[in-house]
């Protein structure tokens, strides 16, 4: 009789636990329905103080590509302030090497170690009413700044959360980073469509110096990465204006991890901030992913001794698979990936076993990656 009632609470909590999933994720789809596409042609281009802060270390690889970029620009009028964070590969003569592409380009030598003080250096000495960031390993559209300029002469936003894709390549590694980071993406951007703004990715990001400044005791400085989380909860706590600027004229590319180590290096520093969190959106949202992560795996761990446990381990595998799954071919207008299905799939299978490895692993010291 115990066993049965022990089978049947775990049953609703299946149930309960997958429908508040679900209802998650259609909160997320129904914020992304909301955001209109922003058509950057039909405004008047307008005129502010921009500047560009990118934090770089040992970036010689990767700088080339983002210099011809900012070059092909249409936007020509902005401040390109380039942060040297204690480079040993030749970052610094590469920069050099592309001052006479730009009119106004100034180099920080970084004081301090890490990329957010890297960041924090380059915006103190910004001159621009608008603070546009990206990664050294990035590659703009060509009217990023153009876009991002006329959205902020039409929405007077503190911060605007824009599109990032990471760039697929043969490997079945690089496509499912590219799904796996397009719905991180997709939710960040559907959350703040409905209203609740609780993911952003400074690979991509603008926002006034006025709003960054009124953040610096919210920023965190004792840890190494969150330049982008906590200046976001910052300013939301503060209510201050959050948009998703949704048109591809203002994506960026960015690679995939190369290994899985880097790969999770990147998933662990991510989890690592949210001890910092305060915020009940995001702690939320993080719970209910979390736990529903949680239960998949350990109803198939019971399921190795306890056999009628498989079922409930189905019932969240099949139900989050088709939810996600609904949700990214409907968001994949916009981001335009292939094989969704498939990878869906793939993901959904082993999506709970690195979100609880990640997790579990910020609990263990290691050497800190620089972003």
Request: one cysteine or more; charged letters at 15%; a positive charge.
């Amino acid at each position: 009789m115990c066993l049965v009632y022990s089978n049947m609470t775990l049953l609703y909590i299946t149930l309960i636990s997958t429908l508040i999933y679900i209802g998650l994720i259609v909160v997320f789809n129904a914020g992304w329905k909301r955001i209109a596409y922003f058509d950057s042609k039909a405004t008047n281009i307008t005129t502010f103080k921009i500047s560009v802060v990118i934090a770089c270390r040992n970036e010689v690889k990767n700088l080339p590509n983002l210099f011809s970029a900012l070059q092909l620009q249409t936007y020509h009028n902005f401040e390109l302030i380039i942060v040297n964070d204690h480079s040993t590969d030749g970052t610094q003569a590469m920069i050099e090497s592309n001052f006479a592409f730009f009119k106004n380009i100034s180099v920080i030598q970084s004081k301090k170690y890490g990329k957010k003080n890297a960041i924090a250096e380059g915006i103190h000495k910004a001159c621009g009413e608008l603070i546009i960031t990206t990664d050294a390993d990035c590659v703009p559209a060509p009217a990023w700044i153009e876009t991002i300029v006329n959205f902020y002469g039409n929405s007077k936003a503190d911060m605007i959360i824009c599109p990032v894709k990471i760039t697929e390549n043969k490997s079945l590694f690089s496509k499912l980073q590219a799904l796996e980071f397009t719905s991180l993406i997709a939710s960040g951007a559907g959350a703040a469509g409905a209203g609740m703004p609780i993911m952003c990715n400074a690979a991509n990001l603008a926002f006034t110096k006025k709003a960054w400044l009124e953040s610096q005791k919210d920023l965190h400085y004792e840890e190494h990465s969150g330049d982008d989380i906590f200046l976001l909860l910052s300013i939301k706590k503060r209510k201050g204006k959050i948009l998703f600027l949704k048109t591809q004229n203002a994506l960026v590319y960015t690679q995939p991890s190369l290994s899985l180590k880097a790969f999770f290096k990147q998933r662990r520093r991510w989890a690592g901030k949210s001890k910092f969190y305060t915020d009940w959106q995001i702690i939320i949202v993080a719970s209910i992913v979390f736990g529903i992560s949680i239960l998949q795996v350990f109803f198939l761990f019971l399921s190795f001794f306890y056999i009628h446990f498989f079922p409930q381990y189905l019932i969240i595998l099949v139900a989050k698979f088709v939810t996600d799954c609904l949700f990214l071919n409907y968001v994949n207008s916009f981001f335009h990936l292939k094989h969704v299905f498939k990878n869906s799939l793939i993901i959904s299978l082993i999506y709970p076993f690195y979100t609880i490895t990640a997790f579990f692993g910020t609990f263990f010291p290691g050497k800190s990656a620089w972003k």
